[in-house]
């Protein structure tokens, strides 16, 4: 638990280090505030880890383990930060700080601190419809692509997927791919079980 707790503080930590290192440098911008779907981590982690209420918990666990978890490893399968030098602070730290985020949902499920569950799908569902909203209305005011919700990075799955749904259906399509996922994962944790 302790190493759980180190961790949750550890990511906003570093997510602080990044913008203070970013200003001094003169870079800072509003393509680097933390509103990435993997930012939402700093929000979240600490709560998980710190919060007394077990309902809370649970529930912003489901969608740590369901939702960011694979939005993590997408990251460090399809990296969008290769513009920097391998040995850069922006590379490393991106590389740093999606794997913590990789390893804090695993921690807290090899500790068996909480029971995941396919009826319990609409939790990731609400977190990416509503925090996805405002987001995204962020994104069409400034200018940002935060969730990739205006259009896919290129060299991603989500580059087929736009071109086969078009415009218009690239938001639905989004939203279905990510319920697909939560699908995935519930069912992984299920088999795992199962061998256990």
Request: net charge positive; glycine share 8%.
């Amino acid at each position: 638990m302790r190493v759980i707790r180190c961790v949750a503080v550890l990511l906003p930590v570093l997510e602080s280090i990044k913008i203070g290192f970013l200003t001094v440098s003169g870079h800072m911008g509003i393509g680097y505030v933390p509103l990435h779907l993997c930012s939402m981590s700093i929000f979240l982690y600490p709560i998980i880890a710190f919060s007394g209420n077990r309902s809370v918990r649970a529930f912003l666990f489901e969608i740590s383990f369901c939702t960011l978890l694979p939005a993590a490893v997408s990251a460090l399968v399809f990296p969008d930060w290769t513009m920097y030098p391998m040995i850069s602070f922006m590379n490393i730290y991106a590389y740093l700080w999606h794997t913590l985020q990789v390893l804090f949902p695993l921690f807290i499920l090899v500790r068996g601190g909480t029971e995941l569950s396919f009826s319990h799908l609409w939790r990731n569902t609400v977190f990416l419809v509503g925090v996805g909203m405002p987001v995204y209305l962020f994104d069409r005011v400034n200018g940002c692509n935060y969730w990739f919700l205006l259009y896919p990075v290129p060299g991603t799955p989500l580059v087929p997927l736009s071109g086969l749904l078009g415009g218009a259906g690239y938001l639905p399509g989004l939203l279905l791919a990510a319920t697909m996922v939560n699908l995935c994962m519930y069912g992984i944790l299920s088999v795992v079980k199962r061998r256990r």
